[in-house]
């Protein structure tokens, strides 16, 4: 009886820490006005789970949470502007290849397609990345690509688990994302990519 209570309080507590940590990652995020608060409250956010899977469970989430928002603001957002200008440019690219009828704009416009699919594995791996590895930050846009695409498996898996599960939660307990949506994703992210990271610990010192 006391092991069931014990396992209940131990789930309870991170029950709370889970829901704790994305509202701090979702009040940091409107704090940066939203374009400016995603990248750096995302690191943050990123950089408490990687210190949990550590077994650092009594880490100061607050404190520690406001100290990595202010020190990585300048460079998370410097790689948010490159990445929203890459997407911002190839939407344009594709809209203009969509206006035109022959067959050679079609396939260009389907390459596009290809490289907005990997921007989208690059989101994946990058916070992980970023929270793990001291690089610069040409660095921080070639690393996750090349890790997703020497794991091909992992990177479906993971793109695959979070696909359906993001599905089937908004459709059947959508509150759920509200309170756990961005935490129980990062550190279901961080869990898979993690496993890869010690092959790459020398390549990129």
């Given at each position: 009886?006391?092991?069931?209570?014990?396992?209940?309080?131990?789930?309870a507590i991170w029950i709370t820490r889970f829901a704790?940590?994305?509202?701090?990652?979702?009040?940091?995020?409107?704090?940066?006005?939203?374009?400016?608060?995603?990248?750096?409250?995302?690191?943050?956010?990123?950089?408490?789970?990687?210190?949990?899977?550590?077994?650092?469970?009594e880490v100061r989430v607050f404190t520690t949470f406001?100290?990595?928002?202010?020190?990585e603001f300048w460079k998370a957002n410097c790689i948010?502007?490159?990445?929203?200008?890459?997407?911002?440019?190839?939407?344009?690219?594709?809209?203009?290849?969509?206006?035109?009828?022959?067959?050679?704009?079609?396939?260009?416009?389907?390459?596009?397609?290809?490289?907005?699919?990997?921007?989208?594995?690059?989101?994946?791996?990058?916070?992980?990345?970023?929270?793990?590895?001291?690089?610069?930050?040409?660095?921080?846009?070639?690393?996750?690509?090349?890790?997703?695409?020497?794991?091909?498996?992992?990177?479906?898996?993971?793109?695959?688990?979070?696909?359906?599960?993001?599905?089937?939660?908004?459709?059947?307990?959508?509150?759920?994302?509200?309170?756990?949506?961005?935490?129980?994703?990062?550190?279901?992210?961080?869990?898979?990519?993690?496993?890869?990271?010690?092959?790459?610990?020398?390549?990129?010192?």
């Amino acid at each position: 009886m006391a092991e069931v209570a014990r396992g209940y309080y131990i789930f309870a507590i991170w029950i709370t820490r889970f829901a704790y940590l994305n509202l701090l990652w979702m009040l940091f995020t409107m704090a940066g006005l939203l374009f400016f608060g995603i990248m750096p409250a995302t690191v943050a956010m990123f950089a408490i789970v990687r210190k949990w899977q550590r077994g650092e469970d009594e880490v100061r989430v607050f404190t520690t949470f406001w100290v990595i928002y202010k020190q990585e603001f300048w460079k998370a957002n410097c790689i948010g502007l490159t990445l929203f200008a890459l997407g911002y440019l190839f939407s344009i690219q594709f809209q203009i290849l969509g206006a035109q009828s022959a067959l050679i704009y079609q396939m260009a416009q389907f390459s596009i397609v290809i490289i907005f699919a990997l921007l989208v594995i690059l989101l994946v791996y990058l916070f992980p990345v970023y929270v793990h590895f001291e690089l610069k930050i040409i660095g921080y846009l070639k690393w996750p690509l090349i890790i997703a695409i020497v794991h091909p498996i992992l990177t479906i898996f993971l793109v695959a688990c979070m696909g359906l599960a993001g599905y089937f939660i908004f459709h059947v307990f959508p509150a759920l994302l509200f309170f756990f949506g961005g935490s129980l994703s990062a550190y279901f992210i961080t869990w898979g990519a993690s496993k890869t990271f010690a092959k790459y610990e020398v390549v990129t010192e």
